[in-house]
């Protein structure tokens, strides 16, 4: 079973600068591709970035120049730095992992999603 636990949300002022982490746990054979998605209230979940395990990145334009992805060192764990944060920013994060187990093909795995609150 795999788990995904995100950290690292909470509220900034506008201009602020916050730093998320995502970590997967379980019986992970392989990671190929991380994520992070936003969900504010009222509106459709969205990809905020992602990087595969070549490092190849993608950025939403939102956040393009803002924004940092990054994995690990342990390759199981993905981060996103967000700077110059604007209330539009605010939104529930939501990590998500495409994983293949040791018994099972590749398959998305969600986390439950940190709160990121930027106050104007």
């Known amino acids: 079973q795999v788990q995904l636990v995100e950290s690292g949300g909470g509220l900034v002022q506008a201009g602020g600068s916050l730093a998320l982490s995502c970590e997967a746990s379980g019986n992970i054979f392989s990671i190929s591709i991380m994520g992070w998605y936003r969900q504010a209230p009222g509106k459709q979940r969205e990809l905020v970035a992602s990087?595969?395990?070549?490092?190849?990145?993608n950025y939403s334009d939102s956040v393009k120049g803002r924004c940092a992805i990054s994995r690990g060192n342990a390759k199981n764990t993905v981060y996103l730095q967000m700077n110059s944060l604007k209330p539009e920013d605010t939104a529930v994060y939501y990590c998500k992992m495409t994983i293949a187990t040791w018994n099972r093909g590749a398959m998305d795995y969600w986390g439950k999603g940190t709160l990121v609150t930027v106050s104007s």
């Open positions: 990087i595969t395990s070549r490092d190849t990145t």
